[in-house]
């Protein structure tokens, strides 16, 4: 089956650094990934929509300047947390599809955050 | 706005025990309804879907059925096993396919043998 890998896959950083977190589609080739934060014991919450070569299409609430998401490659989409603060710990998740409404989206294992 | 409610866990089964994990939602039009599951370390796997109303999605011994009367979407199977521990998310999406998926909180599951 389609498999989505993310790295790293916990990370723990100081306050008002960036932090690079990477998605990948391993087998198939994505049109469009997803990105999700996930709070303990709460659901996950879509952040953006990302589709190859053009520009993410964020959440109401999420900052655009604060999650840079870059969808350079059909393989490949990353998540920037620019000047992190320990509010932005969470669990961060990846997914991609072959195409956006047409596709089941294939999930990652998710990267945990802890800014200290 | 589309919201989806399922039972809080954590739920401990014996193995072989029969398994319910209610789900019910808010949603302004008429969505597909998901189950999903994600086995320890790894990430979330569809299990289950339903497009319409009366449709029973079904996987792996599970079956949940699409109730619009009561805007429900359970799942259940009959004999759990202890492969069967994970987390489960119930999710929705308006659009046709599953983008913009709307989840619940999840439900961890643990089959004790």
């Known amino acids: ?116 | 706005g589309d919201s989806v409610t399922q039972m809080e866990g954590p739920v401990t089964l014996s193995e072989e025990a029969f398994l319910t994990i209610n789900c019910t939602y808010t949603a302004t039009g008429y969505p597909s309804l998901f189950w999903y599951v994600q086995y320890p370390g790894e990430g979330l796997q569809l299990l289950l879907k339903a497009t319409k109303a009366d449709d029973k999605g079904s996987n792996k011994g599970f079956e949940a059925t699409y109730r619009k009367e009561t805007t429900s979407f359970h799942l259940e199977k009959g004999s759990v096993q202890v492969s069967d521990s994970a987390v489960y998310f119930c999710a929705l999406s308006e659009l046709a396919g599953n983008e913009k998926l709307t989840f619940g909180t999840g439900t961890r599951l643990t089959i004790i043998p």
């Open chain 1, 1 to 116: 089956g389609a498999v989505v890998s993310q790295h790293p896959s916990w990370v723990i950083c100081k306050s008002g650094t960036s932090v690079k977190i990477e998605c990948r589609s391993l087998d198939f080739q994505a049109t469009t990934m997803f990105w999700y934060r996930q709070f303990p014991k709460q659901s996950l919450m879509l952040m953006a929509t990302s589709n190859e070569g053009s520009k993410a299409t964020y959440e109401q609430g999420v900052e655009k300047d604060k999650f840079l998401i870059n969808h350079a490659s059909l393989t490949l989409s990353t998540l920037t947390v620019t000047s992190a603060h320990p509010e932005d710990s969470s669990f961060y998740i990846c997914s991609a599809s072959l195409l956006a409404g047409r596709e089941t989206q294939y999930f990652g294992p998710g990267t945990r955050l802890l800014v200290l």
